[in-house]
């Protein structure tokens, strides 16, 4: 096949990449027949092993003492397996620690990558299980010690061999290295090893034809990944990529929020001419507004379909009903509006809602009160919905590295743009995170609906101004 594979099995601290550490690891070369060359290393992991951790490995705290630490075997790792596909049993688990550990040197490790767990399930389906501890026993493969590095790599050695050896297993592995891509539908200049050159990293990609021009622009968690699927289905679109791109380059932005205002942006300003807006509805929950029989300005929480939205007057969007039920709640109380013509209390005919029982409706639900004083702060309402922003705020996320997070800056109402800020610096000082955003775009409806869902998530900092 005349390959190089770097067959890998790393023992960890615990099973986050982003917080625990590497104690050991083994690298086998193999080049599809044979062994190559072997190589292995306990590794101080600079952190607590826990109790757990090692009765599973047999690994303590005093075997990893005087072992050297990862930045100390990084060159060998990287000289073993460059030029090679990293191999590895459940491969995203080794490979994200080894390209975490890379990222807190400042370095981008980036390799293609094969997974035996997948290579398994084809090679040999229909077994009840894939671990690698069920492999091992499935096939008598003998170990020493399992759990320890270099063990488990020349089991994963045994189980990739006999893959090999299976009728179909040298496509199978050929399909997986070149991420799925139809090599049929690839463009010109283009090829798979120009491919495996993108990033593993969030960001935008901008895909260009002959003469410079742009041809399509899009975002992702993973450009590598998210590029090779263009390239892996037999769609109009791919067909039109296969036949204008030229060349791709990408802009890396670390946070997945800047990388979908930057791509609103993009397609907004410089027009590539096989964007089309294809995007899921994020907000699917919607308050509408309409009148009553009696003229009452009345409001609803619904879930439409396409077809229904076009016929609603639509005043706000959400991800969820609870918060479109949590807004109409705020205007029952803050503008003492009736909670049934809000949609919140069920009701009919000329019977008032409970509300009015305990004073807090003036009894619009039995035309107890004038419609043009209901109405007069119903539209005060509606302006309330339909402001996207209560505060001025800073929402802040990862960076493009361990030393950095990204800022996006909303200031009256309006979504301000997005810088990079090192932490160095501190992230208490706001008129340095507002000097961060030196990135500056265009407000609109669209990014002001993408922050509105990170905002609702609640997943990122928010720093209110």
């Given at each position: 096949?005349?390959?190089?594979?770097?067959?890998?099995?790393?023992?960890?601290?615990?099973?986050?990449?982003?917080?625990?550490?590497?104690?050991?690891?083994?690298?086998?070369?193999?080049?599809?027949?044979?062994?190559?060359?072997?190589?292995?290393?306990?590794?101080?992991?600079?952190?607590?092993?826990?109790?757990?951790?090692?009765?599973?490995?047999?690994?303590?705290?005093?075997?990893?003492?005087?072992?050297?630490?990862?930045?100390?075997?990084?060159?060998?790792?990287?000289?073993?397996?460059?030029?090679?596909?990293?191999?590895?049993?459940?491969?995203?688990?080794?490979?994200?620690?080894?390209?975490?550990?890379?990222?807190?040197?400042?370095?981008?490790?980036?390799?293609?990558?094969?997974?035996?767990?997948?290579?398994?399930?084809?090679?040999?389906?229909?077994?009840?299980?894939?671990?690698?501890?069920?492999?091992?026993?499935?096939?008598?493969?003998?170990?020493?010690?399992?759990?320890?590095?270099?063990?488990?790599?020349?089991?994963?050695?045994?189980?990739?061999?006999?893959?090999?050896?299976?009728?179909?297993?040298?496509?199978?592995?050929?399909?997986?290295?070149?991420?799925?891509?139809?090599?049929?539908?690839?463009?010109?200049?283009?090829?798979?090893?120009?491919?495996?050159?993108?990033?593993?990293?969030?960001?935008?990609?901008?895909?260009?034809?002959?003469?410079?021009?742009?041809?399509?622009?899009?975002?992702?968690?993973?450009?590598?990944?998210?590029?090779?699927?263009?390239?892996?289905?037999?769609?109009?679109?791919?067909?039109?990529l296969q036949k204008?791109?030229?060349?791709?380059?990408?802009?890396?932005?670390?946070?997945?929020?800047?990388?979908?205002?930057?791509?609103?942006?993009?397609?907004?300003?410089?027009?590539?001419?096989?964007?089309?807006?294809?995007?899921?509805?994020?907000?699917?929950?919607?308050?509408?507004?309409?009148?009553?029989?009696?003229?009452?300005?009345?409001?609803?929480?619904?879930?439409?379909?396409?077809?229904?939205?076009?016929?609603?007057?639509?005043?706000?969007?959400?991800?969820?009903?609870?918060?479109?039920?949590?807004?109409?709640?705020?205007?029952?109380?803050?503008?003492?509006?009736?909670?049934?013509?809000?949609?919140?209390?069920?009701?009919?005919?000329?019977?008032?809602?409970?509300?009015?029982?305990?004073?807090?409706?003036?009894?619009?639900?039995?035309?107890?009160?004038?419609?043009?004083?209901?109405?007069?702060?119903?539209?005060?309402?509606?302006?309330?919905?339909?402001?996207?922003?209560?505060?001025?705020?800073?929402?802040?996320?990862?960076?493009?590295?361990?030393?950095?997070?990204?800022?996006?800056?909303?200031?009256d109402g309006e979504?301000?743009?997005?810088?990079?800020?090192?932490?160095?610096?501190?992230?208490d000082n706001v008129?340095?995170?507002?000097?961060?955003?030196?990135?500056?775009?265009?407000?609109?409806?669209?990014?002001?609906?993408?922050?509105?869902?990170?905002?609702?998530?609640?997943?990122?900092?928010?720093?209110?101004?």
């Open positions: 096949m005349n390959k190089r594979y770097a067959i890998i099995f790393i023992e960890t601290t615990g099973g986050k990449a982003s917080r625990h550490r590497i104690t050991e690891i083994a690298i086998v070369l193999h080049d599809g027949a044979k062994v190559l060359e072997t190589w292995q290393s306990l590794i101080n992991p600079e952190s607590y092993i826990p109790q757990g951790i090692t009765e599973l490995t047999g690994i303590t705290q005093e075997m990893v003492a005087d072992a050297p630490k990862f930045y100390e075997v990084a060159k060998k790792v990287v000289e073993m397996t460059e030029k090679a596909i990293f191999v590895a049993h459940n491969v995203r688990f080794d490979y994200g620690f080894i390209r975490e550990e890379f990222k807190r040197l400042g370095y981008a490790y980036s390799r293609r990558q094969l997974c035996t767990v997948r290579l398994s399930r084809k090679a040999f389906p229909g077994l009840r299980s894939y671990s690698l501890g069920k492999l091992i026993k499935h096939f008598d493969i003998q170990v020493d010690a399992r759990h320890r590095a270099m063990a488990d790599t020349m089991a994963t050695v045994e189980v990739f061999e006999k893959i090999l050896r299976q009728e179909e297993g040298e496509d199978q592995v050929k399909d997986l290295v070149n991420l799925g891509i139809k090599e049929a539908l690839l463009p010109q200049n283009i090829n798979v090893e120009f491919l495996h050159q993108l990033p593993e990293a969030c960001g935008v990609y901008y895909m260009h034809d002959k003469a410079g021009n742009l041809v399509y622009v899009g975002k992702s968690i993973n450009i590598k990944k998210r590029v090779a699927e263009h390239f892996s289905k037999v769609t109009e679109k791919a067909r039109k204008y791109v030229h060349d791709i380059s990408y802009e890396v932005t670390g946070s997945e929020l800047a990388a979908l205002l930057l791509e609103s942006h993009e397609i907004k300003v410089l027009r590539p001419y096989v964007n089309r807006a294809q995007r899921r509805r994020n907000f699917p929950v919607v308050i509408h507004k309409f009148q009553d029989e009696h003229g009452y300005i009345c409001f609803n929480a619904a879930k439409p379909n396409a077809k229904e939205r076009k016929q609603l007057k639509i005043i706000a969007e959400y991800t969820k009903m609870s918060q479109a039920k949590s807004r109409l709640q705020r205007i029952i109380k803050g503008y003492e509006l009736c909670a049934r013509l809000c949609g919140i209390e069920k009701g009919h005919g000329n019977k008032v809602c409970f509300n009015y029982h305990i004073k807090q409706c003036h009894g619009a639900c039995g035309q107890q009160e004038a419609v043009v004083t209901y109405n007069e702060r119903a539209e005060e309402a509606m302006d309330y919905l339909k402001t996207v922003f209560e505060h001025d705020f800073l929402l802040v996320d990862q960076g493009r590295n361990e030393q950095e997070k990204t800022v996006v800056w909303v200031q979504y301000q743009g997005y810088g990079h800020l090192d932490i160095s610096e501190g992230i008129d340095y995170l507002k000097d961060c955003v030196n990135t500056r775009f265009e407000s609109n409806p669209e990014v002001k609906k993408i922050i509105r869902r990170f905002l609702l998530d609640g997943e990122l900092q928010l720093i209110k101004l």
